[in-house]
């Protein structure tokens, strides 16, 4: 991580009920808020929280891609830690003396990796970092709880990406805007890692 930018982690406990439609929730938000292009909104609806996403057939893909590598490195066991990392970059020349060409320097990261438990907001390196634990849990009474805490914490997350995006600090740290085709002027790469190895 480069310690120049801020961090900013959104922890999820999930199960499997909610798992996927949470994670494609959370990822669709975080888009939204760094898309800069033309953007055809559309909501997700996870526990009774509405969130924010992109109508774009591109990304639809890209997320449902992601998020099924996520679930398919972490359901075989019982405390796999997983990470989806969405890097935003923007295009520079090369400085070096042998090759020419373009390279691309991140500016932003939101990470989601796993085993923790809640949601909190801290500045330190332009990553975010959106961790996630399974759990399943058994009774209908835990159902209950475990359902309103999913849901406060999606609220929180939600609360958290409006609130940096909208900061003088989140502001800063989007580059000049040189290109205005499409959905968004910088490359944007969705890595999914499981216990630090790169899947899907």
């Keep these: 991580m480069n310690p120049t930018y801020p961090t900013i982690t959104i922890d999820l406990v999930l199960d499997r009920l909610t798992a996927k439609e949470a994670l494609r929730a959370v990822l669709h938000s975080v888009l939204f808020h760094r898309l800069f292009g033309t953007v055809k909104e559309q909501s997700h609806e996870v ?3 509405t969130m ?9 893909q890209l997320i449902e891609e992601k998020v099924d590598a996520f679930w398919k490195g972490i359901e075989g066991g019982i405390s796999k830690r997983g990470q989806i990392i969405v890097t935003f970059s923007e295009k520079r020349p090369r400085k070096t003396w042998f090759i ?7 500016w932003e990261q939101w990470y ?37 805490e999913l849901a406060s914490v999606l609220t929180k997350s939600l609360e958290t990406m409006l ?3 909208s900061s003088e600090r989140g502001r800063s740290a989007v580059p000049i805007i040189t290109n205005a085709n499409g959905i968004s002027p910088f490359p944007i790469k969705i890595t999914v890692k499981i216990k630090g190895v790169e899947v899907g």
């Design 52 to 60: 924010p996403g992109i109508d774009d057939p591109e990304m639809k």
């Design 163 to 165: 609130n940096y995006a």
């Design 112 to 148: 989601a990796y796993g085993l923790r438990a809640s949601c909190h907001l801290t500045f330190g390196g332009n990553c975010r970092i959106i961790n996630a634990e399974m759990r399943q849990p058994v009774q209908d009474k835990d159902r209950q709880i475990f359902n309103g």
């Design 100 to 106: 020419m060409g373009e390279e691309e320097i991140p």
């Design 47 to 49: 526990l009774d929280v």
